[in-house]
């Protein structure tokens, strides 16, 4: 037991980051706590042998931590072992650590797994109507929640689900890895996540999260397998991780179509840095369901490889919600299909009861400082004829192609904006500007 007392200043010291305009700043957001009660899983009968099911000695450790409610909370510690589980729910004031050599591991038993009701601001599921299966492990209405440990693993069993996509026999929207919805003051840092059915970490509806040192793997045709998924939440840092799965990377979301406008919850402050990764789909992404709006987000020190867009800013008529003061600062690309897109004709609607006149108001994105390398197409800035994109600004951003000096040239249409030593040339829509730091003179 004496292993796992840590000190969390490893884990988890003060922080700050800083954007452009509006100041996003991350210090202090998650209230640093140290557990003085500590149990472990093998104290509820826990078995690591990779066959036993676990299911029993998960929730009952957390019911115990729920029901006796220690000052400072619990530390529930995972030894090294493979600790075979059906999903669980997590509970307030709890750490959650995972030992060196530790993996929690989901059954593969899809017919038995619960189902949870479908989320207010995507009205269904978002793969198949109706409710959606549960994340394995899920969190609803708590605060002061870690999970963390000495890089142990949380493996999802992904195959069976991605078969099942795969074959059309979803019956309902497939299980995220780790979900939160409605919680507050969440650090979730230094363990591995693989294999997950869906997205693998999504805060909903949350706020105060901090997601860092984590490692997220999943093969690349796996699919919709996001890394990290903010959606509806705010204040949210993303930092310092590695990721490589066979979706988007990192994707800002709030809610879809008529939903997300009728729940009207915002993303906003969210920090995104020094993460690498690839993906046949966005390394950075905001969208496509942004519904309820998305708002001063910054990305910066991004390192990617092999990936399909390195950053994307995606929406869609019927959308309605705003995209605004949006920055991509300090990226490095190295082989892509499409180096930079932003577009109002991504994504799919929920039913055929969405607004085609609800239109995304688009304003205020700066990419700069972006260097690539083998890059097939420089890539495209598409606003919408009756919503135009305003306010976007390149600056600094040198694109190569993979046999010649510079990618093709970007293609635009509905939008304004200036450029500023951009290789190649952008587009006739953005003005050139001769100022030195012209995107923060600008937005």
Known sequence: MLRFLLSFSVILSYFSCFSHASVITCSGIVPLRYRNDKISITDFGGVGDGKTLNTKAFREAIYRIQHLGRRGGTLLYVPPGVYLTESFNLTSHMTLYLARGAVIKATQDTQNWPLIAPLPSYGRGRERPGGRYMSFIHGEGLRDV??????????????????????????????????????????????????SPFWNIHPVYCSNVVIRYVTILAPLDSPNTDGIDPDS???????DSYISTGDDLVAVKSGWDEYGINYGRPSSGIVIRRITGSSPFAGIAVGSETSGGVENVLAEDINLYNVGVGIHVKTNIGRGGFIRNITVSGVYMEGARKGIKIAGDVGDHPDENFNPNALPVVKGITIKNVWGVKVLDSGSIKGLKNSPFTGICLSDINLHGVKGPTSPPFK???ISGVAYQVKPWPCSELTSSQQTGSCSTYV
């Open 146 to 195: 870690v999970i963390t440990g000495e890089n142990g693993t949380i493996d999802g069993q992904g195959a069976i689900w991605w078969n099942m996509w795969r074959q059309r026999t979803l019956p309902f929207t497939r299980p995220n890895l780790i979900e939160f919805k409605n919680s507050r003051s969440i650090i979730i840092s230094n363990v591995i996540f693989q294999n």
């Open 233 to 239: 939440s705010s204040n949210v840092c993303i930092e």
């Open 412 to 414: 635009c249409s509905d």
